[in-house]
């Protein structure tokens, strides 16, 4: 990570490096690959990276106690305003199954943390509270089926829970074409939609810019948001738009 500042002088602005970074893991950590960055209501980042994508050098110091670096970090790991570690926790556990390649992560009102994973069986996406304790699994690591089973998702890329609803909308994602909502205290379904409100497909979709819009979303389906006057953003990155639906999918 690099923090860059404009230097305050009467020529043109310059950039330069802040002095504060960048900043040294602890405990000889590295990160991976980054899958999901969020900012909660602490002004705190939350990193959800991927251990499973460093190689056999860049973690050597697993196999070679003299080496001081490298050591892959734990999947989730939460940060202060000036870059320190507050917490870091994730991987495998108790009750859950967790994803082959992690992806998105977001912390709700209620401080619940949720992740996903966009792996070739990653069917689901987990809850955990602050301190990384298991709450929920919705879905299931297995064998992908289709955007029309509401007991498993597809590869799911990002998720968003409404503080008004306490609704867990999900983009749903490298391999379904949907967003499905759920519980955020149960799991249980609620409904989902396709682009332009209509039911999902699994349609295998070209983007094509000379084309007229395609009627379904495209994979991924990646990220998703809601605003303050409520209405769903959705990232349908296959087809190189964004589309807004109220929360009922219209």
Same mark, same amino acid.
């Given at each position: 990570?690099?923090?860059?500042?404009?230097?305050?002088? $009467?020529?043109?602005?310059?950039?330069?490096?802040?002095?504060?970074?960048?900043?040294?893991?602890?405990?000889?950590?590295?990160?991976? =690959?980054?899958?999901?960055?969020?900012?909660? +209501?602490?002004?705190?980042?939350?990193?959800?990276? /991927?251990?499973?994508?460093?190689?056999?050098?860049?973690? /050597?110091?697993?196999?070679?106690?003299?080496?001081?670096?490298?050591?892959? $970090?734990?999947?989730?790991?939460?940060?202060? @305003?000036?870059?320190?570690?507050? @917490?870091?926790?994730?991987?495998?556990?108790?009750?859950?199954?967790?994803?082959?390649?992690?992806?998105?992560?977001?912390?709700?009102?209620?401080?619940?943390?949720?992740?996903?994973?966009?792996?070739?069986?990653?069917?689901?996406?987990?809850? #955990?509270?602050?301190?990384?304790? #298991?709450?929920? =699994?919705?879905?299931?690591?297995?064998?992908?089926?289709?955007?029309?089973?509401?007991?498993?998702?597809?590869?799911?890329?990002?998720?968003?829970? &409404?503080?008004?609803?306490?609704?867990?909308?999900? $983009? &749903?994602?490298?391999?379904?074409?949907?967003?499905?909502?759920?519980?955020? +205290?149960?799991?249980?379904?609620?409904?989902?939609?396709?682009?332009?409100?209509?039911?999902?497909?699994?349609?295998?979709?070209?983007?094509?810019?000379?084309?007229?819009?395609?009627? =379904?979303?495209?994979?991924?389906?990646?990220?998703?948001?809601?605003?303050?006057?409520?209405?769903?953003?959705?990232?349908? /990155?296959?087809?190189?738009?964004?589309?807004? #639906?109220?929360? &009922?999918?219209?």
């Amino acid at each position: 990570l690099a923090m860059i500042r404009p230097a305050l002088t $009467a020529e043109a602005p310059k950039f330069q490096v802040d002095p504060l970074w960048p900043k040294t893991l602890p405990n000889s950590w590295i990160f991976g =690959q980054i899958g999901g960055v969020f900012v909660d +209501a602490q002004d705190h980042v939350w990193v959800n990276q /991927r251990p499973g994508t460093l190689d056999a050098r860049e973690k /050597r110091a697993s196999t070679a106690p003299n080496v001081r670096c490298c050591k892959p $970090a734990p999947p989730v790991v939460e940060l202060d @305003q000036d870059g320190n570690v507050v @917490q870091a926790w994730g991987g495998p556990g108790q009750g859950y199954q967790w994803p082959a390649n992690e992806h998105g992560i977001f912390v709700d009102h209620n401080n619940f943390v949720w992740v996903a994973g966009n792996g070739m069986t990653d069917g689901m996406v987990l809850k #955990f509270t602050r301190a990384g304790k #298991f709450v929920l =699994q919705i879905g299931r690591s297995a064998a992908m089926t289709s955007s029309a089973d509401t007991t498993q998702l597809g590869r799911p890329a990002d998720m968003v829970v &409404d503080p008004v609803t306490n609704e867990l909308f999900v $983009a &749903d994602g490298y391999f379904n074409h949907r967003v499905i909502v759920f519980d955020a +205290a149960t799991g249980a379904f609620k409904r989902m939609w396709g682009a332009y409100g209509k039911p999902p497909t699994d349609d295998k979709l070209t983007y094509d810019p000379k084309a007229a819009p395609a009627q =379904q979303f495209n994979n991924p389906v990646h990220g998703i948001r809601i605003t303050k006057d409520g209405m769903v953003v959705v990232a349908d /990155r296959g087809n190189n738009r964004i589309q807004v #639906f109220r929360k &009922d999918g219209t």
